[in-house]
């Protein structure tokens, strides 16, 4: 996931496992972040519970989808600006 955020701009020196747990994540992006660990966890648990290996590109697509869901709520509510402090370091690739 270290890597995962790097790619995006996003500098995060070490993730404990306090910090996984919780979603406590010290950082500029604190929100995006704590909501990417998330999702990864939901889908890890999904993974487990169908016995299958996790993918990154499965766990990026989701986060794509999501991406696109907020962006189709945020313009019908007028809330663009709060949706791209969020996901401003987000690019859809």
Known sequence: ???WFDK?????AHLSDKDIMFGIVRC???LF????????KQY???CRQKSSLPSIRVL???I?????????I????NKMLAHDIKWGKYKVQ
Request: charged fraction near 30%; glycine fraction near 2%.
């Open 1 to 3: 996931m270290i890597k």
């Open 8 to 12: 995006r701009g996003i500098k995060i």
């Open 28 to 30: 500029d992006d604190e």
């Open 33 to 40: 972040v704590s909501h990417v660990l998330l999702v990864a």
């Open 44 to 46: 890890l648990y999904y």
């Open 60 to 62: 990026d697509s989701k």
């Open 64 to 72: 794509k989808m999501i991406y696109q869901l907020e962006t189709i």
């Open 74 to 77: 945020a313009k019908s509510n």
